[in-house]
């Protein structure tokens, strides 16, 4: 495996439903983002991981859980979720603070909550 | 305050012709980074491009080249003789060095259709 990979690729959940989104990264980063993208909208930075610290948080609902396990592993749980939480879940990686940061990007999550 | 505009929220053309798609970005860092990235249809974010802001030479890469200048604070990107593999979501982005996180701000995006 090479890059940002997710799984799973597309996910389909009932509000009172608990899923789990992981990611990981095969390039040595020690940083970890999770960006939600609704549809015509522009993308969101949801967390922000560095050295499996949250240094980011942008007022994120509760029901939307980040954890980072080690550097190359990032989850987002996910528990009674809201239909306009429906959207493409992307996850990225960068290594911090080597200037300039290029974030690389996974697949994303497809998520349809009905 | 860091922003990132583009303006065409869709274009379309037709094959073989040249395009390009406009980002403006506004900050007070003297020192901060412009992005590209490409967005097809299967949601993976790609990454084409990065430039500083010390480094106003314009870069061309196969059909794709940047012309960054920091006098209009715009990095725009022409696709030559676009083939229908050009459509996608393109987005341009900024970051500023000192930022803790590495955080990037996204322009809106402008969705590319190349029609055959």
């Known amino acids: 495996e090479t890059g940002v990979t997710q799984t799973p690729r597309h996910l389909v959940m009932g509000m009172t439903n608990k899923k789990s989104l992981k990611c990981e990264q095969h390039l040595g980063h020690n940083a970890m983002y999770w960006y939600k993208q609704s549809a015509k909208k522009p993308l969101e930075l949801m967390f922000v991981?560095?050295?499996?610290?949250?240094?980011e948080n942008n007022s994120v609902p509760s029901r939307f859980s980040p954890e980072c396990p080690n550097s190359s592993h990032l989850f987002l749980h996910l528990h009674t979720l809201q239909p306009e939480d429906s959207a493409l879940y992307l996850c990225?990686?960068?290594?911090?603070?080597?200037?300039?940061?290029?974030?690389?990007f996974g697949p994303g999550t497809r998520l349809l909550v009905l | 305050a860091q922003k990132v505009t583009q303006a065409q929220t869709e274009i379309s053309v037709v094959e073989k012709e040249d395009v390009t798609l406009d980002c403006v970005y506004e900050?007070?860092?003297?020192?901060?980074?412009l992005f590209w990235y490409k967005q097809p249809p299967s949601g993976e974010l790609v990454f084409l491009i990065r430039r500083n802001s010390f480094d106003e030479q314009n870069e061309i890469s196969g059909r794709y080249s940047w012309n960054f200048q920091k006098s209009t604070s715009s990095f725009n990107f022409t696709i030559t003789a676009s083939q229908v593999v050009d459509s996608a979501v393109y987005f341009c982005?900024?970051?500023?060095?000192?930022?803790?996180?590495?955080?990037?701000?996204f322009g809106q995006g402008t969705e590319l259709s190349v029609k055959p």
């Open positions: 982005a900024l970051s500023e060095a000192n930022n803790q996180g590495g955080k990037l701000i």
């Open positions: 900050t007070r860092d003297t020192t901060y980074y």
């Open positions: 990225a990686s960068s290594q911090l603070p080597t200037a300039p940061q290029t974030q690389y």
């Open positions: 991981y560095s050295l499996e610290e949250r240094v």
